[in-house]
């Protein structure tokens, strides 16, 4: 969830939830540092509420591990890139190889542009001392520790009502799931764009694309009701239940196949065995999660020739 969706508001009736953007997060320091009152609502978010002394506002800050290690990543990948450069130009100026302070000044103004997401944290500075014009660069410890506080962390502004955060919380995962739904209508059922001339023929697709829809849903809700069971070897050895989207389980299961095996008789006939390929691990797993059994074989609805036959 970037902060830009973030950003949007979502409004029905009066009311809304919104996520506002980081820098709204500032005045939230102490409670965001704070590491008691925090509700976990899943095995890697947990949220917290905080009531604005008479407002009809409510936030409801929110923390995701998996977002933390990411934007931590990021930070990393640009700081040390950051940091290299900076150290390539300050060698550079100290060997005497660039003297002009302008040159100095637009490589340096370079270095920072191609770093806007980490260029605040450092403190550079073009000074001058004995040898002549020298690079110095300081981290700054306050903005690092600020920044390694809210990584991974997200603010929600509401006026809604609710005695705990984790209601909120979930009347704001309701509105991503309407969200998703359109994204899902879109996208995997590509209810748009609409090519149909008649009335009668774009309420049929839309129908279609409805009804694909209450499918979706229904696969996803059989997923979730019987707890994710497809292995995973962990580095520990140790196999780890991976939680399944709809799109992945049907990815997972498009590989089985029917296929006919021909064997030709000694009277010149042959004899066709219509098959099902044989379901790996990670398959049975998920037919099993869905209650489904596969049939040894598949049933011709035929009537077969003189010089064939079917088993």
């Known amino acids: 969830m970037s902060e830009e969706n973030l950003a949007a508001i979502r409004r029905r009736g009066g009311q809304y939830l919104v996520g506002t953007p980081g820098s709204r997060m500032k005045q939230f320091e102490a409670q965001l540092v704070d590491q008691e009152n925090w ?40 700081s040390s890139s950051m940091e290299r450069a900076l150290g390539n130009l300050q060698k550079t100026i100290a060997a005497g190889r660039l003297k002009d302070r302008n040159k100095m000044e637009r490589r340096l103004g370079r270095i920072q542009a191609r770093h806007p997401q980490v260029n605040d944290l450092y403190d550079v500075a073009l000074r001058e001392t004995a040898g002549g014009v020298r690079l110095f660069r300081q981290i700054k410890e306050d903005r690092k520790h600020w920044r390694e506080a809210r990584e991974g962390a997200y603010l929600l502004r509401t006026n809604l009502t609710a005695e705990t955060a984790e209601e909120l919380w979930a009347k704001y995962m309701q509105l991503t799931e309407a969200e998703a739904c359109f994204r899902a209508l879109k996208s995997e059922l590509s209810i748009r ?65 029917s296929a006919d095996i021909v064997l030709p008789t000694t009277d010149g006939r042959e004899i066709r065995l219509r098959r099902i390929t044989e379901p790996d691990a990670e398959q049975k797993s998920v037919l099993h999660q869905l209650g489904l059994t596969l049939p040894d074989r598949l049933q011709f609805h035929c009537e077969c020739s003189a010089d064939s036959a079917t088993a």
Not at 59 to 75: P, S, W
Not at 225 to 235: E, G, N, T, Y
């Open 39 to 78: 509700t976990q609502v899943r095995p890697e978010v947990e949220v917290k509420k905080i009531a604005i002394p008479e407002g009809e506002e409510t936030y409801v800050l929110c923390r995701t591990a998996g977002r933390q290690e990411k934007e931590k990543a990021i930070r990393g990948r640009f």
């Open 193 to 257: 764009p609409l090519f149909h001339q008649k009335e009668p023929r774009v309420k049929a697709h839309v129908m279609v694309a409805f009804l694909g829809y209450a499918l979706h849903v229904t696969l996803k809700h059989m997923l979730k009701r019987r707890p994710a069971i497809v292995p995973k070897q962990s580095q520990s050895g140790v196999d780890n239940a991976q939680p399944l989207s709809p799109m992945k389980a049907l990815a997972l299961l498009s590989t089985l196949q």
